[in-house]
């Protein structure tokens, strides 16, 4: 059974650069699948962020990718999240998940919440 | 980028009520590749439906989806008190991937 888990700090400041890691556990990063990040700003809908291949390969939403880095290390079967530049706008609950077909997330993590304040 | 909307917001319903939602792409979504996600207030989305109408693992028969080109639609025949939560529908024929607002399917 595959299950994943983020982590990271919960509080960004602003400017700084958010970063959150998503580990995999039950199945090998490396064996196949893109992985992706989504997000969700409290009380409000899910938007996409990027995913990337075992292989290095990523793809990113158009309007966040001058900002956002995705990387994987499959010795550690985790990938993670770079957000630099972050404003209060990009305070969100915080998912990670796996990119089948792709483009279709199954499974999720359980989000992490992470809140841009000074 | 696909703009999806999802009708209507707030659905009040009943136990045992039968329910359908509707998500309609601003262009066609190429192979049918449309998803429906369950989530409930402080958890992660649960996935139901992918490539339109292919249930996920596990996932009760009272959910079906259907639906091609623009319009799509996620029914659930008979609604269990463990269904109350936000639907969305999410587009993967084309990057960048988007999702539509949701909908809110509530105790009556």
């Known amino acids: 059974q595959v299950q994943l888990q983020e982590s990271g700090p919960g509080l960004v400041k602003p400017s700084e650069t958010l970063s959150l890691t998503c580990a995999v556990s039950?199945?090998?990063?490396?064996?196949?699948?893109?992985w992706g990040w989504i997000r969700q700003p409290p009380g409000k809908g899910l938007e996409w962020i990027g995913s990337?291949?075992?292989?290095?390969?990523?793809y990113y939403h158009p309007s966040l990718k001058s900002r956002v880095t995705i990387s994987v290390d499959t010795s550690k079967n985790q990938f993670s999240l770079r957000l630099t530049s972050v404003t209060a706008a990009d305070t969100a609950a915080y998912y990670c998940?796996?990119?089948?077909?792709?483009?279709?997330?199954?499974?999720w993590g359980q989000g992490t919440l992470v809140t841009v304040s000074s | 980028e696909i703009v999806l909307t999802q009708s209507p917001g707030t659905l009040s319903l009943s136990p045992g009520e039968r329910v359908t939602l509707s998500c309609r792409a601003s262009?066609?979504?190429?192979?049918?590749?449309l998803a429906w996600y369950q989530q409930k207030p402080g958890q992660a989305p649960r996935p139901l439906i992918y490539?339109?109408?292919s249930r996920a693992t596990g996932i009760p028969d009272r959910f079906s989806g259907s639906g091609s080109g623009t319009d799509f639609t996620l029914t659930i025949s008979r609604l269990e008190p463990e269904d109350f939560a936000v639907y969305y529908c999410?587009?993967?024929?084309?990057?960048?991937?988007?999702f539509g607002g949701g909908t809110k399917v509530e105790i009556k």
């Open positions: 998940a796996r990119d089948t077909v792709p483009g279709y997330f199954d499974p």
């Open positions: 039950g199945y090998s990063i490396s064996s196949s699948y893109f």
């Open positions: 990337i291949h075992h292989s290095g390969s990523t």
């Open positions: 262009q066609s979504v190429s192979s049918s590749n």
């Open positions: 490539g339109a109408s």
């Open positions: 999410q587009q993967y024929g084309s990057s960048p991937l988007t």
